[in-house]
């Protein structure tokens, strides 16, 4: 009898282990069908609060919709025409800056053995490899602006997502017979989700305006470009914050000298810490936070499965999960292991 019982809880196992990998698969095999859906379902929970806060102002729906798509439009139109624009001017001067690079090695390599300290036998290109780092940069920024670029079908698709979301209580109620008992921690985790976007967009909003400021009090080119790069990674703590930083440094490096890409630096430091570790916490409040190795297990994984959009949206989608399970009791476990406080 033992043995039956775990050999059906190993198949069991195997069988869901199975589904998952399938599903895995072919999420992976579709991401370019679902990437924009996933955009779609971000900008929607980031849209929510102010379309929820003018119907609650006595504002009839439409003219909600239409005030909160034209904010959307514009933002979009927006950030699509400065990374457009930007990413074609830094493609153009991109030799320049590699070229730049190579003589600071040089005056480095020069200075050591001034000093009589040994030159390594591999250059500072060949380790640090920023010719690499900025052009796969290049890259990134160019997927996201096609995907900017080709946000019609985002925007439809939020559309509906906020249509849908004020008859969606109603529909609940009447679908389902236990939905008072449902519906409320449903609610529940939907607001939850929505303020941490909202606030983290506005967080985020801030962080990207700082170092735009900062960046062009410097003269680094393209001031504004690295300020949306800002923006975007703050969605991943920690480790996000670095990634911006990389290219703008190097950037002010080979186009101002060490000592700007010094001050450059610092800006970074002290944006994100002030930012990061002072004010967000006081905002965000306590028991949102998601551990270090989450974060970069999160990092890989969704980029694995949805490319440079899945790490964009890797901490909110985790972050949803993690509220998902905090708000139901039989799965509340898994939230406090994949926080980064007892």
Known sequence: ??????????????????????????????????????????????????????????????IALLLVVLLYAGVLIGAAFIVNNAVADFSANLPKYQSRLAAEEEDLLKWLESTGIKPPDFTFLDAASPSALMGLAGTALGEIATLLANGFLVGLTVIFILLEATTFADKMRSAFKNSEESLP???????????????????????????????????????????????LLNYIPNVGSIIAAIPAVLLALAQLGVGPAILTLSGYLVVNNVIGNVIEPKVMGKGLGLSTLVVFVSLVFWGWIFGIVGMLLAVPLTMTLKIGFDSSPQTRWIARLVSDKP
């Open 1 to 62: 009898m033992n043995e039956s019982k775990s050999t059906t809880g190993a198949r069991d196992a195997l069988v869901i282990l199975a589904a998952i990998i399938v599903i895995l698969a072919g999420l992976r095999a579709a991401a370019s069908l679902v990437t924009p859906f996933l955009l779609a379902i971000f900008f929607a929970t980031v849209s929510l609060p102010p379309f929820f806060w003018l119907c609650r102002k006595k504002v009839p729906t439409i």
């Open 185 to 231: 921690r449903l609610l529940h985790f939907s607001q939850t989700v929505q303020r941490y976007m909202a606030l983290k967009t506005i967080i985020s909003l801030t962080t990207g305006a700082l170092i735009w400021i900062w960046l062009a009090i410097l003269g680094v080119d393209f001031a504004l470009l690295w300020g949306f790069v800002a923006f």
